[in-house]
């Protein structure tokens, strides 16, 4: 509540001796904004994003809130770069695989090459896991076309690397890791050839270009709408049925996103 009391300058400022004052307290209309953005509400966590905000602020030489926002209307470079620093991406592959098992089991029933998309799909893991158990089970890579989106570009370039840590691959089996992976010091790459199953994009469900990417057989949208308050969550749901070939279809929502 006192941040009008300090006082940070930039190196011209300091030499052409221009005092500027940070007002970093109208934090509300900045989780207003990012809200109607990206969907996610920081409405119980101001603090944390208070936190992060103010952070990202003083790294960009920016000096309030209100300036922020006034600068992200027309740089969309500096609106992603919020975008990423206020998202996590964190998650592993074959996460609550019984959902995949049930995914590998209905396309094994297709006889037409069937879409499927993953949204959010964060670092990659959910894609690439679903690609690796479709050719488990015996599905032809000529079968099945995966797509992966996520609102973090940073987390859509790691998706693409396909470069992972040993924690996110903690539910393969060893098997699966040698068939599919080479360990790089304390790193695992995934293979070429299953990084080329899947297209990955940078993209907001929430807005108009993500209609671009046509419909879906089957949608994964697991642990997105934890972010979201009620209201969202509903909308979110009925543009992620819109992307649906078949009505009847269900999507698959992570246990944690149910309301």
């Given at each position: ?5 300090f006082?940070k300058?930039?190196p011209?400022?300091?030499q ?8 970093f ?6 989780a207003?904004y990012?809200?109607?953005?990206s969907?996610?509400?920081f ?41 990423n ?6 998650t ?25 998309l993953?949204?959010?799909s964060?670092t990659?893991?959910e894609?690439y896991?679903?690609?690796i158990?479709?050719l488990e ?5 000529s ?8 609102i ?26 040698t ?7 304390d ?7 299953i990084?080329?199953?899947v ?7 929430f807005e ?10 089957y ?9 979201f308050?009620?209201?969202t ?8 049925e ?9 999507i ?8």
């Open positions: 509540m006192f941040d009008w009391l006082q300058k930039t011209t400022q300091e052409n001796n221009i005092q500027v004052v940070e007002d307290s109208n934090i509300q209309s900045l207003e990012f809200k109607t953005l969907g996610v509400t409405d119980k966590q101001l603090s944390i994003l208070n936190s992060k905000a103010k952070t990202f602020c003083r790294s960009h030489n920016i000096f309030s809130y209100d300036m922020l926002l006034e600068k992200i209307q027309t740089d969309h470079e500096l609106r992603q770069d919020l975008i620093r206020l998202t996590t991406n964190e592993f592959f074959y996460r609550e695989f019984s959902q995949i098992e049930q995914l590998v089991s209905l396309v094994k029933q297709e006889r037409q090459k069937i879409r499927i993953c949204a959010p964060a990659g893991e894609s896991s679903i690609a158990a479709l089970a015996g599905v032809s890579s079968d099945f076309e995966i797509v992966g989106i996520d973090n570009s940073l987390a859509i370039k790691r998706a693409k690397e396909g470069l992972y840590r040993e924690r996110n691959l903690k539910n393969l089996s060893y098997e699966l890791r068939r599919y992976f080479d360990q790089q010091e790193m695992y790459a995934l293979h070429q050839n990084k080329n199953l297209s990955f994009y940078v993209c907001n469900i108009a270009e993500f209609q671009n990417l046509g419909k879906f057989d949608i994964f949208s697991r642990n997105m709408l934890i972010y308050d009620t209201p969550k509903k909308r979110a749901i009925e543009i992620l819109s992307m649906r070939k078949d009505p009847e279809k269900a698959f929502f992570g246990h944690a996103d149910l309301f």
